[in-house]
């Protein structure tokens, strides 16, 4: 990030979104208080589908079945 006076922007503007495309954030000021900041818009992950994961987890046959350590517990 690199911070640009507002009559520097002016002159540069295209170099300026080229390097925003790029990635880099640019801060415009003027008289040395930041105004503006120049940066890219992300992309946005796509959404889970619903069921893309079938088939992924399985769960064991014994899965409710009381557990060994608790027996002292259970009635």
Do not use: C, H, W
């Amino acid at each position: 990030m690199y911070q640009v006076p507002i009559e520097q922007a002016k002159a540069q503007f295209l170099q300026l979104i080229q390097e925003a495309m790029e990635g880099k954030e640019i801060v415009i000021t003027q008289n040395n208080v930041p105004k503006l900041k120049l940066v890219s818009i992300q992309k946005s992950k796509p959404r889970a589908q619903f069921g893309s994961a079938k088939g992924l987890i399985t769960m064991s046959d014994d899965f409710d079945d009381p557990l060994e350590d608790f027996k002292d517990y259970m009635q």
